[in-house]
């Protein structure tokens, strides 16, 4: 039993290590557990160095958010800068989903995926939030330009 909390908790940590909470501001308040809020997280890419999006979102409350039974809605923003200089160690695919979220229990998430614009010399980040029998076509992108001097090396 230990041994599976603690498998657990790592899980968790992992997953939770790639979002950075930036700050929060309450739009509904609510008597009975946290409020109804929109959440702003920084999110490094993980095979580019130097690039970090930022997602702005709604995270419902109430006594369902507390215990994580909210399904929340499907609106997001999206804005990638580059905060450093980009480093790209290792071939990146042409498109690949960066990072996965759970908004829902089971059946909702909010992805980011990276695209390469090879002509342009620019990586497109897309935000969008689908769901195991719907999604929805609220989407958000975002494009930060590379140094022509700064290749771009493919998978």
């Known amino acids: 039993m230990r041994r599976f909390i603690l498998t657990c908790f790592s899980l968790f940590a992992l997953a939770s290590a790639h979002a950075e909470e930036i ?4 739009t509904v308040f609510k008597f009975i557990g946290p409020d109804h809020k929109i959440v702003v997280d920084a999110y490094d890419d993980p095979g ?3 690039v970090t999006c930022y997602i702005s979102r709604a995270k419902t409350g109430g006594v369902k958010g507390a215990f994580g039974l909210a399904e929340d809605k499907s609106e997001a923003s999206i804005a990638c ?3 450093g ?8 695919k042409p498109q690949e989903e960066i990072f996965s979220e759970r908004t829902s229990l089971i059946f909702k998430r909010l992805r980011i995926v990276r695209m390469v614009d090879v002509k342009r ?4 980040y897309l ?4 769901r ?3 999604g929805s076509p609220q989407n958000s992108v975002a494009v930060v330009a590379v140094d022509s001097a700064t290749a771009i090396p493919l998978r």
């Open 81 to 83: 800068r580059q905060v």
């Open 132 to 134: 195991v029998v719907e």
């Open 121 to 124: 010399h620019s990586l497109v």
């Open 48 to 50: 580019v160095k130097g």
């Open 85 to 92: 200089p980009i480093t790209i160690s290792k071939p990146i």
């Open 23 to 26: 700050g929060s501001v309450d």
């Open 127 to 130: 935000t969008y939030s689908d």
